[in-house]
Nanobody, 129 residues
Framework: DQLVESGGGSVQTGGSLRLSCAAS????????MGWVRQTPGKERERVSL???????TYADSVKGRFTASKDIGKNTLYLQMNTLKPEDTAIYYC????????????????????????WGQGTQVTVSA
């Protein structure tokens, strides 16, 4: 089982990127997976969680601009990022091995989002002004 991200790069403000995560062994039915990003000196930020039925929730900072999806047949998780901003610059990680119940597989102000146990190596996204 492994998580391998790809698709990062450098774009200008307003540009788009599509991240992929080859998630062999993790995308089976009944799993919660996510995308997380981290910038040096800042706390890790959960960008999106996607539940077993494919329903995704998002951080307020990316809502309306990012779309997460998964293809179980290809064992792949995706993050389509549009209208990118300089503040989106970070290393993006694919995450699996959700620590909480599936009922908590969401980014919500109603409860703290549990963490994940497994992470990929990350892919750098840089957005220039």
């Amino acid at each position: 089982d492994q998580l391998v991200e790809s698709g990062g790069g450098s774009v200008q403000t307003g540009g788009s990127l599509r991240l992929s995560c080859a998630a062999s062994g993790y995308t089976g039915r009944g799993t919660c997976m996510g995308w997380v990003r981290q910038t040096p000196g800042k706390e890790r930020e959960r960008v999106s969680l996607i539940g077993p039925d494919g329903t995704a929730t998002y951080a307020d900072s990316v809502k309306g601009r990012f779309t997460a999806s998964k293809d179980i047949g290809k064992n792949t998780l995706y993050l389509q990022m549009n209208t990118l901003k300089p503040e989106d610059t970070a290393i993006y990680y694919c995450a699996a091995g959700f620590q909480g119940p599936l009922s908590r597989c969401a980014i919500s102000p109603a409860f703290p989002t549990p963490d994940f146990n497994f992470w990929g190596q990350g892919t750098q996204v840089t957005v220039s002004a």
